[in-house]
C-alpha cells in the first residue's frame, strides 16, 4: 500500500530499522485474502503512548476485484461506535435519510436491541481485535468512525492500534468513503495522548488513499446533562475548576445532520473541518445557566488546576496509573485557558446551511428542564392523588 508515515511527527513515529514499512519487527497474519495486521512497538523514552505502526496487504481484494452486478450502493453505511453519545444519532439520522445501516459493536452481556429495534443491522466486533474487522465492511460503502476507547482502556488500543487496522482494512476492501471524527485543537497539544492519537490517525487517514472528511469536534451539549444538569437537580455536588475555558457545545443531532449534508457533497471530499456550536461556554457560565433554569443553587466544589497537574505527575510514577494520568491531561487542556470554538460563517456556506437552524444551548438546556420540572410536577401530582384515596 502506497500510504506512508513519513508526515508523522517524529516523537509519534516507532522507531524502525530501515526506512520501509516492509521491515516491521512482527507480523500477524488475518484471516485469508483480507488484510495483515504489522506493528512495532518499542517506547520512546519518557512517553507512554507511542502510536504502532499498522501496515494491511490488500494485494487479494480491491475495489475493482467486485464482480459485476453485485455494486455497493452508496447508501450503505458501516457506523462504528454506533452505542455512543454522537454514534446513536448517527444512526437515526441515517434511518430517517433511508440509508442502510450496519452498526459495528463489540460482542456485550446486554446486546445493543434498540439498535434493531429502530431497524439497523448489527454486526460484531471488536478494534482492539483486528481478524474481526473485514468481515463487518462486505458490502459497505461508507464508514463513520464515531468510536472510542472505553474508560477502562488504555487510549492507544482502540484509538490507535483499533483505529490504523480499520482505515488499512477499508483501503484493502475498496470503502469508498471514511468519515472519521476527531478533536479541535489535537495537533496543537501533543503532550496529551489522545489529542495526540487523534491527530496522527487524521494523518494516517489522509495518507491512506482513501476518500474521507475529517470532523473535529469542540463538545457535546449532551455530556452536559450528566455533568451539571442532573447533579443540581439532586442537589449533589457539581465539580468544576477555576479556569477560564471556553468550548463551543453542539447538540449531536446537528451534528449528526451536517456530517450527512457534508457526505453528499462532492466539494467536501478530502476534506478537514471543524463543527462548533453558535457560542463558547465557560464551566461557570454553563452552571449558571443551568442554576437558572432549574431555579436552584448549585453546590459547587471547584477543583484548582495546579492539583489536577499534581495529580497527574503523581499517576506517572506508577505503571498501573499510567492510563488516569494519560486522560487527567486531557482533563488538563479542558481546564487550561484555552478556547475550544471556530467562526462556523465559512461552513454553513459550504453546506448549505442556515446559521439559525443550529440549536443553541441556552434552548437546548431550557427544553431539558422544562420537561424534567414538568414531570417532577406530574409525579407530585400522582403522588398526592393516591395519597388521597388511600
Known amino acids: ?125 471488536d478494534l482492539s ?4 474487522i473485514p468481515a463487518t465492511l462486505v458490502g459497505i460503502h461508507t464508514i463513520i468512525d464515531c468510536a472510542t476507547g472505553r474508560p477502562e482502556e488504555p487510549i492507544q488500543t482502540v484509538d490507535w492500534e483499533g483505529k490504523v487496522a480499520l482505515i488499512q482494512c477499508a483501503k484493502a476492501m475498496g470503502i469508498q468513503k471514511y468519515v472519521f471524527y476527531s478533536i479541535h485543537n489535537c495537533d496543537k497539544h501533543p503532550e496529551v495522548p489522545l489529542m495526540e492519537i487523534k491527530h496522527c490517525t487524521e494523518k494516517f487517514l489522509q495518507d491512506s488513499g482513501l476518500r474521507y472528511i475529517i470532523i473535529r469536534l469542540c463538545g457535546f451539549m449532551q455530556g452536559l446533562i450528566g455533568q451539571y444538569a442532573v447533579p443540581i437537580l439532586e442537589e449533589k455536588s457539581v465539580w468544576g475548576t477555576d479556569a477560564p475555558t471556553r468550548i463551543a457545545y453542539m447538540d449531536t443531532q446537528d451534528i449528526a445532520r451536517l456530517t450527512f449534508i457534508a457526505m453528499r457533497n462532492e466539494k467536501i471530499d478530502k476534506k478537514l473541518l471543524t463543527f462548533a456550536g453558535p457560542r463558547a461556554w465557560t464551566t461557570q457560565e454553563v452552571i449558571a445557566l443551568c442554576e437558572r433554569l432549574a431555579g436552584q443553587d448549585a453546590n459547587v466544589t471547584t477543583v484548582p488546576v495546579s492539583v489536577l497537574r499534581f495529580t497527574r505527575q503523581l499517576t506517572r510514577f506508577f505503571q498501573w496509573t499510567n492510563d488516569v494520568a494519560d486522560r487527567l491531561a486531557f482533563t488538563e487542556v479542558l481546564s487550561s485557558d484555552t478556547v475550544f470554538s471556530v467562526p462556523m460563517n465559512e461552513t454553513y456556506s459550504l453546506l448549505g446551511v442556515d446559521q439559525n437552524d443550529i ?32
Open 359 to 390: 440549536l443553541t444551548l441556552e434552548k437546548y438546556l431550557q427544553d431539558y428542564f422544562s420537561n424534567i420540572l414538568k414531570k417532577l410536577k406530574d409525579l407530585k401530582a400522582q403522588s398526592k392523588q393516591t395519597d388521597i384515596y388511600l
Open 1 to 125: 500500500m502506497a500510504s506512508s508515515l513519513s508526515s508523522f511527527p517524529p516523537q509519534l513515529a516507532a522507531p524502525r530499522r530501515r526506512s520501509t514499512l516492509s521491515s516491521l519487527s512482527w507480523a500477524r497474519a488475518l484471516s485469508p485474502a483480507q488484510a495483515y495486521f504489522l506493528a512495532s512497538s518499542p517506547s520512546s523514552p519518557g512517553r507512554h503512548c507511542v502510536p504502532l505502526q499498522v501496515r494491511c496487504n490488500a494485494q487479494t481484494i480491491v475495489a475493482s476485484d467486485l464482480t459485476p452486478g453485485t455494486p455497493v450502493r452508496p447508501t450503505s453505511v458501516l457506523v462504528v461506535g454506533a452505542t455512543g453519545t454522537l454514534g446513536r444519532q448517527i444512526v437515526r439520522r441515517a434511518l430517517d435519510e433511508g440509508y442502510d445501516v450496519r452498526c459495528l459493536v463489540r460482542p456485550r452481556p446486554a446486546p445493543a436491541d434498540f439498535l434493531r429495534d429502530w431497524g439497523a443491522t448489527v454486526v460484531n466486533g
Open 129 to 132: 481485535k483486528p481478524e474481526t
